[in-house]
């Protein structure tokens, strides 16, 4: 079964800074999926950034990228130019690419918090 | 009304109550999700379905009992729940197969409280 982990419960970073959140993941199957979710205090999860395991470039969106690597099965995401709004819980998830596998694997959690 | 809408928001029930939560996606997704997020544990998926059938149970006790009546409704009824049932049901849809991204989306989530 594959699981997901992410080592640190909390993390901090002054505001402007970079941030680095850590996740790896255990699998046996080589076509999958990967996401970092972000939950603030109003609850909804809501997508960061995705990638394709079939990918060697690493996916960024904006101030978002991450780090990908597959035989390492690590898989982290750093944050650039933090705001007080990336303060949140940050959630790494595993989804099986074979065909009709549905489940999102999450790991426990990363809280970060955004120092002014 | 866009994207997975879950209610209510906040739920306190006793444990001899029926209540049930409701979800609704306007994605057009064929997929949709149970998890639970209890504090300092991993989501835990609770249910899937997939066009209606139910492809995941992932041993729930039977005394949260799903139903998905088409692919943009699903319910979980709660019968006689515990004190340790109490915390955040979070409900998601995805598209499955063909053209269409792959990330879940999420609702806000419903705050269960067992007393």
């Known amino acids: 079964a594959q699981t997901v982990t992410q080592s640190q419960p909390e993390m901090s970073v002054q505001e402007a800074e970079t941030v680095t959140l850590s996740c790896t993941y255990d699998?046996?199957?080589?076509?999958?999926?990967l996401f970092w979710y972000k939950q603030p205090p109003s609850r909804q999860m809501i997508l960061v950034i995705r990638?394709?395991?079939?990918?060697?470039q690493n996916a960024t969106e904006n101030r978002f990228s991450v780090n990908f690597q597959k035989a390492a099965k690590s898989f982290s995401l750093k944050i650039s130019d933090s705001q007080l709004g990336d303060a949140a819980m940050y959630f790494c998830?595993?989804?099986?690419?074979?065909?009709?596998?549905?489940?999102?694997?999450f790991g426990t959690g990363t809280r970060l918090k955004v120092l002014a | 009304e866009t994207g997975v809408t879950q209610t209510p928001r906040h739920l306190v029930m006793g444990m001899t109550n029926k209540k049930s939560l409701k979800c609704e996606q306007h994605l057009g997704h064929n997929a949709m999700y149970w998890y639970k997020q209890s504090a300092k544990k991993p989501l835990e998926l609770m249910f899937v379905?997939?066009?209606?059938?139910?492809?995941e149970n992932n041993s729930v006790p039977s005394r949260f009992s799903p139903e998905c009546p088409n692919s943009s409704h699903l319910f979980l009824h709660l019968h006689t729940l515990q004190p340790e049932d109490s915390a955040l049901y979070l409900c998601a849809s995805s598209q499955v197969g063909g053209v269409g991204g792959t990330e879940a989306f999420f609702g806000q989530g419903t705050r269960l409280t067992v007393v």
């Open positions: 990638q394709e395991a079939y990918k060697q």
């Open positions: 379905y997939n066009f209606k059938e139910q492809t």
């Open positions: 998830a595993y989804r099986s690419a074979l065909s009709g596998t549905y489940k999102y694997i």
């Open positions: 699998t046996s199957e080589s076509d999958y999926y």
